[in-house]
T-cell receptor, first 114, second 118 residues
Framework: GNSVTQMEGPVTLSEEAFLTINCTYT??????LFWYVQYPGEGLQLLLK?????DKGSNKGFEATYRKETTSFHLEKGSVQVSDSAVYFC?????????????FGSGTRLQVQP | EPEVTQTPSHQVTQMGQEVILRCVPI?????FYWYRQILGQKVEFLVS????????KSEIFDDQFSVERPDGSNFTLKIRSTKLEDSAMYFC????????????????FGAGTRLSVL
């Protein structure tokens, strides 16, 4: 079946540090890949997405590249801010099967200190 | 920006009681979903709903669970007889469902209902 593995948190960084949150997936076929973010007290918000190999999703300074050869979709940001403190979820969907259920990773908590 | 609304934000119930979790999806969306997240664990898919019927469900979604769209705006999850292990955060989501691949893919989530079963 499909699965998503994320690095365990919490990840604690100082402001302006470089961020990488690793995500790898297991899926047959051609999944679409997503990063969702959950700020304290809020729901899951789509941060970025990529629908095919070598696509790069980007938003709010975050980037992730869909690497089929390494089955990875690592999240990066060049300079984090305190306001980026949140839980980040990597997820996939197998649209080619007609299924619409998202498969999530376990989430990685990011704490950015001033 | 339109959003998915869930009520209540926190529900406390006694084991064996029925609970109904409520969601108002984005108004022009066609597909609706429930997910749950037990504390410290992954977000897990429960069920998807389209055209007034369940289109997909997971192994978690057993006979204790049911979903309904009682009117044109609400989407509910009912747990008939709650168990301690039903304690979790429950998320509702919706998808436009029309248009290109991207429009169909993007699920918009509510803030969740925390269910505590005592």
């Amino acid at each position: 079946g499909n699965s998503v593995t994320q690095m365990e948190g919490p990840v604690t960084l100082s402001e302006e540090a470089f961020l990488t949150i690793n995500c790898t997936y297991t899926a047959t076929g051609y999944p679409s890949l997503f990063w969702y973010v959950q700020y304290p007290g809020e729901g899951l918000q789509l941060l970025l997405k990529a629908t095919k190999a070598d696509d790069k999703g980007s938003n709010k300074g975050f980037e992730a590249t869909y690497r089929k050869e390494t089955t990875s979709f690592h999240l990066e940001k060049g300079s984090v801010q305190v306001s980026d403190s949140a839980v980040y979820f990597c997820a996939l969907i197998r649209m080619d099967t007609g299924r619409r259920a998202l498969t999530f990773g376990s989430g990685t908590r990011l704490q950015v200190q001033p | 920006e339109p959003e998915v609304t869930q009520t209540p934000s926190h529900q406390v119930t006694q084991m064996g009681q029925e609970v109904i979790l409520r969601c108002v999806p984005i108004s022009n969306h066609l597909y609706f979903y429930w997910y749950r997240q037990i504390l410290g664990q992954k977000v897990e898919f429960l069920v998807s709903f389209y055209n007034n019927e369940i289109s997909e469900k997971s192994e978690i979604f057993d006979d204790q669970f049911s979903v309904e769209r009682p009117d044109g705006s609400n989407f509910t999850l009912k747990i008939r007889s709650t168990k301690l292990e039903d304690s979790a955060m429950y998320f509702c989501a919706s998808t436009q469902g029309r248009g290109g691949r991207e429009a169909k893919n993007i699920q918009y989530f509510g803030a969740g209902t925390r269910l505590s079963v005592l």
